[in-house]
């Protein structure tokens, strides 16, 4: 069974790399089929196997072998690998499916992000929507009954695009310019939705915490500045993923019951 959620991720992986190249370009998901962008020539199918075609084709297109970008490969697999996890972790349950959407979301935002330097509106504010109907129709996932489990996850996204809002002022005073985007208020308001208020905190932490260990290395290679504008989202999605997996883990009480006493 745990083979199977790796195929499908591996299939919705490729699904998400479709997304990540059109979504910002404004074109539809749907159709046309996948073309190779140097030589427009649309691809078979038997070249468009998630990781496989990838490794026979070299990274390269079959017609005018033209380096495909490596990020179709990394995508698949990351996929593929999160819902392997995700199944391991949870079993054969409504809360795999959905963390497995989230997931999904997570990646096509991240990898969008990273790209453009956008956060896609088109998927974290439909996410919102959808992460506080799921949490009312199905509040096992937060261990709730349904009004519970939705103000749960209602408080999520306002403590999510509250936080940020409030750091992205005080970013704005202490570096005197833009210091967090609006999109990615959305996003872990979206976060917020699917998973609850005390997710959204554990979140946070390990995005800072990513964000500062990944960065600084950036920066001192390419030569930025502390302050300049870095994609967040990326981080963000390694905080929630992370925090799905501690969910219900002592681990994320001890968190939670930190800020609590900070707070008081
Ligand atoms: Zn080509």
Known sequence: MGFLFFILGLFFGSFANVCIYRLPKGKSIVYPNSFCPYCNKSIKWYDNIPILSYIFLKGRCRNCKKPISPRYFIVELLTGILFFAIYKRFGLTISTIIYNFLILCLIIV???????????????IPGIIIGLLLSFLFPGIHNMDHINGFLYSLKGTILGGGILIFLGFIGKLLFKKEAMGGGDVKLLGMVGAFLGWKCVIITLLIASFAGVIFNIPLMIIRKKNFGDLIPFGPYLAIGTIVSIFLKGRYISYFFVESIKIFIN
Do not use: A, K, N, R
């Open 110 to 124: 991240s990898f969008i992000d990273i790209e453009t330097f956008l956060i896609s509106d088109i998927i974290v």
